[in-house]
Structures are given as structure tokens and as C-alpha cells.
């Protein structure tokens, strides 16, 4: 098949591989990477895949493709675009649609005390994360989970089923339309990324467990780093 990445992070440098392996012909849209992000540009270059930098548009689209995938992408994709693939393009989403729409799905999810998380493959609409469902799987929060962990769980688990949904794609699958009203997040830190002491002692724990993604910055009290519940009384006592 003809497909186009729209891809950035681990998730994107999986499924580029897997593509690929299989013998797809693919182009990739990407972004730059900092050191600590898995760089599917350089993937790209590596294995003499063209790529562009640029927002994906009808301007600079190389074919027209069988269908998109979209993965960690940072941009909305253009309505023309969903039409020029005939609206075979699909994205991965860290949550259970409808919950838990746009940004940071997994971060509030640790924050709002949720026993399960997980991921949804998606048709793409005009709207964000609204698109009917291919596939979707519910992972366990764990009281030991932080938001780097259960990043790295959820979208491992992910790839492993991206060739199954790919195969129903091709077949012709049109999902299934979510159910339930969903709530959208922005994107940004929770809260700015700052403890507030009117929550619970179980929340601000759950907070700073959430906010552990390094080298992401780590929460704050008064801006001050905190790792620990401990390192926060200590803090707070010194005041």
C-alpha cells in the first residue's frame, strides 16, 4: 500500500519500522526532535525514507495514499487532506474514547484516580478525537505508575496491535461511533504543572507520580522541584 506517517516520538519510530518490514511504500511527516525524544527524522534518513518537516497539506502531499496513519502528530489534519484519502486516515490515542480527549490523556488519567487507561484506534474527523472507533484496549493503573511508565506501556501495547487494525482498515472497517460525552484537555501541564495544597494528601501523591516523565519538568510547590509526598512536607515544614 501507499501510506503517509504522520508520526513523532517512540510510537512513530515503531510503526515506520514496521511499515517498512512489510514493504509499503511510505513517506513521513515529522517534527525535530530534542535529545530525549525518539527521533523518527533521523529513522527516516537512516533507512533512505523520504520525510517532510512541514504541516502536512494538499500542497506538499508526494500521492495520493491508501490511507494515513497518524501518530503523536503535533498538527490537526486539514479537512482537504481527510477528503484527498477518501477519510481512510486513523490515529492512535492514549485513552479509552471518548474519555479523555486532546492532550495529556495519560497524565490526567494518573491525577483523576482512574483504575484503567489505555488507547483507541480512531478514524479521523474534522473534529479532535471524535472519529468513529476501529479498536480500542483498557490498560491497568497501577498505584506504582508514573506518567513516564504508563506512557511507555500504553503505547507499547499500542504498536502491537497496529497491524491487526491495519488489516481492518484495508478491509474496509468503518469503526464504530463512540459513545458517551467526552471531555477535551488542553494541551499544557495539569494545573501548570503546580501542587496546590487544598488537595487531598492521596491526590498531590498521585499528582507528583503523574507529573514523573523525565526530562520532563517534575511538579512544583512555591517553584520548587518535588519527587516525593516526603520532599514536599519537608519543604512545606520549612516555611
Partial sequence: MKIILCGYKLIGCEILRQLIDQKHEVFVYTHESPYFIHDLKKVCINKKINFSLNKISLDNIPFKPDLIC????????????????????????????????????ITWALINN??????????????????????????????YDTGGSLYMKVMLEAFNHFEYVLKMIDQGYEGTPQIGEGKYFKRGAPYDGIISLKWSEEKIERFIRAMTHPPYPFATYNGIEVKSINELKNIVNEE
Avoid at 119 to 142: A, L, P, R, S, V
Fill in 114 to 143: 482512574e483504575k484503567y487507561t489505555g488507547f483507541t484506534y480512531h478514524f479521523i474527523d474534522e473534529n479532535i478525537d471524535t472519529g468513529n472507533i476501529i479498536f480500542q484496549k483498557e490498560i491497568k493503573i497501577n498505584d
Fill in 70 to 105: 497518524v501518530a503523536y502528530y503535533n498538527y490537526i489534519i486539514p479537512k482537504d487532506v481527510i477528503n484527498f484519502c477518501n477519510k481512510k486516515i486513523f490515529n492512535i490515542h492514549p485513552s479509552l474514547l471518548p474519555k479523555y480527549r486532546g492532550c495529556s490523556s
